[in-house]
């Protein structure tokens, strides 16, 4: 059982590029969502997603993006990266979208960075 | 204003001494859960404990202890004996039923356990 798998681990991206972090998980949770990391600020929501179809922004979501069209699969594009978008980033995954009893399955993260 | 609060940034113990780590929450949810992550170098996220808001019941694991009291909105994280395997980044998080169960994280203690 894989659980939540992140990819690439590393990135590093001129300002302006654009691409895709990956994030796939095996254990068909309804809820998935992805974080940034940064010093001093701990995890902060970018966007999560209920079910498949669905998105919604969470409390960082500009210069973000991102689709859910399988339940497995929630991938978050940077449109143009910034170097303020230099972090690690998350992708998490919950059994119940409505049950905030349950934890947060976390992937291993990706750190990228913008120069 | 910030959910919740864990006022130490960084905490030096010597092995085997006890330490606890504070978490401060701030909620008007009657029904709300909180959380305890760990992050060691390597970098993953480990659920350690969930609590709901309404079992206050202490509870211990092993070297671990957790103290949820709701009169002081704080949820205190105890390791007693400390290891050098205990040195990492722990997390407390909180989630509401009301804002349709997002985990609001806080800022993080660093923990270093010194041989």
């Known amino acids: 059982n894989a659980g939540v798998t992140q990819t690439p681990k590393f990135q590093v991206l001129k300002t302006g590029q654009s691409m895709t972090l990956q994030c796939a998980q095996d254990?068909?949770?309804?809820?998935m969502s992805w974080y940034r990391q940064d010093p001093g600020m701990g995890l902060r929501l970018i966007h999560y997603?209920?079910?498949?179809?669905?998105?919604d922004q969470g409390e960082v979501p500009n210069g973000y993006n991102v689709s859910r069209s399988t339940t497995e699969d929630f991938p978050l594009r940077l449109l143009s990266a910034a170097p303020s978008q230099t972090s690690v980033y998350f992708c998490?995954?919950?059994?119940?979208?409505?049950?905030?009893?349950?934890?947060?399955?976390f992937g291993n993260g990706t750190r990228l960075t913008v120069t | 204003a910030q959910k919740v609060t864990q006022a130490q940034t960084e905490i030096s113990v010597v092995e085997k001494e006890d330490v606890t780590l504070d978490c401060v929450y701030e909620?008007?949810?009657?029904?709300?859960?909180l959380f305890w992550y760990k992050q060691p170098p390597s970098g993953e996220l480990v659920f350690l404990i969930r609590?709901?808001?309404?079992?206050?019941q202490n509870e211990i694991s092993g070297r671990y202890s957790w103290n949820f009291q709701k009169s002081t909105s704080s949820f205190n994280f105890t390791i007693t004996a400390s290891q050098v395997v205990d040195s990492a980044v722990y997390f407390c998080?909180?989630?509401?039923?009301?804002?349709?169960?997002?985990?609001?994280f806080g800022t993080g203690t660093s923990l270093t356990v010194i041989p």
């Open positions: 254990m068909n949770h309804e809820y």
């Open positions: 909620t008007r949810d009657t029904t709300y859960y």
């Open positions: 997603s209920v079910g498949a179809g669905i998105t």
């Open positions: 998080a909180l989630s509401e039923l009301n804002t349709g169960n997002q985990f609001y």
């Open positions: 998490a995954s919950r059994t119940d979208p409505t049950g905030g009893f349950w934890p947060l399955h």
């Open positions: 609590r709901n808001s309404f079992d206050e």
